[in-house]
Nanobody, 119 residues
Framework: QVQLVESGGGLVQAGGSLRLSCVAS????????MGWYRQAPGKERELVAG???????TYADSVKGRFTISRDNAKKTVYLQMNNLKPEDTAVYYC?????????????WGQGTQVTVSS
């Protein structure tokens, strides 16, 4: 059974920092591209940051220079360090794992963790 379990969300004042973690189980973690999405009330889900199994990281323009995604394959964990948080960063943040193996696509989502930034 595949599980992605996020943690680290919470309430923080504008300008503060949070570090989200996502621990994966049931997958060969190093084979998967990992990412963080977020969804604010009334808005569509959007990609925040991605880190492939091999290659460079990507970021949404709105978080470049403030957020950093990283992964530890030995711990099967992906992180999202969020600095200089803004009220518009308030959303539910989701961890996602994606891979294409033997011609088949695999996509898994975590349950989400709430991030609230007060002004």
């Amino acid at each position: 059974q595949v599980q992605l379990v996020e943690s680290g969300g919470g309430l923080v004042q504008a300008g503060g920092s949070l570090r989200l973690s996502c621990v994966a189980s049931g997958i060969i973690f190093s084979f998967y591209d990992m990412g963080w999405y977020r969804q604010a009330p009334g808005k569509e889900r959007e990609l925040v940051a991605g880190i492939p199994s091999l290659g460079s990281t990507t970021y949404a323009d709105s978080v470049k220079g403030r957020f950093t995604i990283s992964r530890d394959n030995a711990k099967k964990t992906v992180y999202l360090q969020m600095n200089n948080l803004k009220p518009e960063d308030t959303a539910v943040y989701y961890c996602v794992a994606a891979s294409r193996l033997n011609g088949k696509d695999y996509n898994y989502w975590g349950q989400g963790t709430q991030v609230t930034v007060s002004s």
